[in-house]
Nanobody, 125 residues
Framework: QVEVLESGGGEVQAGGSLRISCVMRGRTFGSYYMGWLRQAPGKEREFVAVINRSGDSADYADAVKGRFTTSRDNGKNTVDLQMNNLKPEDTANYYC??????????????????WGQGTQVTVSS
């Protein structure tokens, strides 16, 4: 059974940094593209980042490009999201998710079939 667990959220002032992590329990972690989604109160869940199976390529939403970096360790079944220069509009519940598609494609066409409970990130101004 696949289980996805996020950790590392918290509150930070604008301009600060946070690193959130995710572990996906199961034997096939390295076979999947993994990503990060977020949902702010009253808004729909949105794409943040995706990383390929080997970890040598990633794609980001325009809103976070240049500030966020995702990485993975297939030996530990973990994927991380380093968030720098955080803004109040980054406040959301962040979810780690497993992609249904295992190839590069526009983020608007990517779908997800496993995600965790999320971890809250709050950025104060």
């Amino acid at each position: 059974q696949v289980e996805v667990l996020e950790s590392g959220g918290g509150e930070v002032q604008a301009g600060g940094s946070l690193r959130i992590s995710c572990v996906m329990r199961g034997r096939t972690f390295g076979s999947y593209y993994m990503g990060w989604l977020r949902q702010a109160p009253g808004k729909e869940r949105e794409f943040v980042a995706v990383i390929n199976r080997s970890g040598d390529s990633a794609d980001y939403a325009d809103a976070v490009k240049g500030r966020f970096t995702t990485s993975r360790d297939n030996g530990k079944n973990t994927v991380d999201l380093q968030m720098n220069n955080l803004k109040p509009e980054d406040t959301a519940n962040y979810y780690c998710a497993r992609s249904r598609q295992q190839h590069d494609l526009p983020s608007s066409r990517r779908t997800w079939d496993r995600w965790g409970q999320g971890t809250q990130v709050t950025v104060s101004s």
